[in-house]
């Protein structure tokens, strides 16, 4: 375990696992320490009775007594306590995941907008392999529902949205994920060979979270811990975590996972970043720094020539204006990118401005 001293000399128990209830031990924790928060609160299903295979063999279900509340009106103060403590614990421009099914997403829902949350997302988990609908009274259950929200409005939130692009083969990345349950090798069993937690979520479905919303270093929050999901993916990915748990046989299996785990070297950390994200640097540092001159004159795909004055702005057929004003004037369109509109003679040969940009930010 390590530890982070915040504001106040309070420590923070960096990628540890602490025992206790999940309001309780949350409440001890410093304020705005958290970059974000990943949840995966108790469904209250509501079972009542066994649910049987048509070979009339038992179906695994989740009945443990965590799941258990006497009412909505009992689980829904739950939740009003558990997101209120979790929410002072977000640094302002932090994040949480909350994840659901039918039966409680959509009390998540409304609780996290009445207090004060701003939801960017709702993203569809659609099972490839999900479990039979046995008794075929209903649809087959086959997706679980996740809400992304950050904790204002005007919260500068993280997204990585170059690396989620990336890790979809260069396509946008949409808010329907298609993902195996845990199965195999992934399940976790306990002595008696029988699942270790009957809703253990597969770390494919954290790899996409915490790539895509959280920095390497950054600090992510698990209230509902279960067998270390969440904590074995921020290890791996360099991350620190810091799990709740108060079922002492999750806590076990979870220690168990964590210490097999090996994060990645330092250079895989690294992930495609958003232009957006990239310092920026005006076209006048260019001429500041005797990259270009005044006067030398700047060529387009199309042909079209402008000059550079020494202000750092062009010039071409009386228009004046920055490098991407002039080339929209030039083109007749409503926007121009200058970066990669214009390029310089060098040697003979045409060279984007765009390369002595890159030069600038390689020393910044």
Not at 4 to 32: F, Q, W
Not at 267 to 288: C, H, I, M, N, Y
Not at 314 to 321: F, K, R, S
């Amino acid at each position: 375990m390590t530890t982070k001293t915040t504001k106040g000399a309070v420590s923070l128990p960096l990628d540890s696992i602490l025992d206790g209830d999940c309001i309780e031990v949350m409440r001890a924790l410093p304020e705005a320490s958290v970059d974000l928060i990943f949840a995966d609160p108790p469904y209250n299903l509501q079972l009542k009775g066994d649910l049987h295979r048509p070979d009339n063999s038992k179906v695994d279900a989740v009945d443990d007594h965590w799941d258990q509340f006497d009412s909505l009106g009992v689980y829904d103060k739950f939740t009003r306590e558990w997101l209120s403590v979790a929410r002072r614990l977000l640094k302002p421009n932090g994040a949480i995941w909350v994840i659901g099914s039918y039966h409680n997403v959509f009390r998540l829902g409304a609780e996290l907008q009445n207090q004060g949350f701003w939801i960017l997302n709702d993203v569809v988990w659609r099972k490839s392999n999900p479990m039979p609908n046995f008794r075929g009274k209903r649809f087959t259950n086959a997706h679980e529902t996740l809400i992304w929200a950050s904790k204002e409005e005007a919260s500068k939130y993280t997204f990585n949205y170059e690396a989620l692009k990336a890790l979809n083969e260069g396509i946008q990345m949409r808010s329907d994920w298609v993902l195996p349950i845990c199965t195999g090798h992934e399940r976790l069993k306990d002595a008696k060979g029988e699942k270790a937690h009957p809703t253990q979520k597969p770390e494919a479905l954290l790899h996409r979270v915490l790539l895509g919303t959280t920095n390497p270093g950054d600090v992510v929050l698990d209230p509902f811990f279960g067998t270390g999901t969440t904590g074995a993916v921020a290890k791996m990915l360099g991350r620190h975590f810091i799990g709740i748990e108060r079922e002492k046989a999750y806590r076990d299996v979870a220690e168990r996972r964590l210490a097999k785990i090996r994060k990645f070297d330092k250079s895989a950390l690294d992930v495609t970043q958003s232009k957006r994200a990239e310092p920026r640097v005006p076209f006048g540092q260019l001429v500041e720094r005797g990259m270009l001159r005044p006067g030398e004159t700047l060529v387009s795909p199309t042909g079209k020539a402008a000059k550079v004055r020494a202000d750092g702005t062009l010039v071409a057929d009386g228009i004046t204006g920055s490098i991407h004003q002039v080339g929209a004037a030039l083109e007749n369109a409503p926007s121009c990118n200058g970066w990669t509109y214009w390029h310089i003679r060098r040697d003979g040969k045409p060279v984007s401005i765009d390369v002595f940009r890159q030069q600038i930010r390689s020393e910044m």
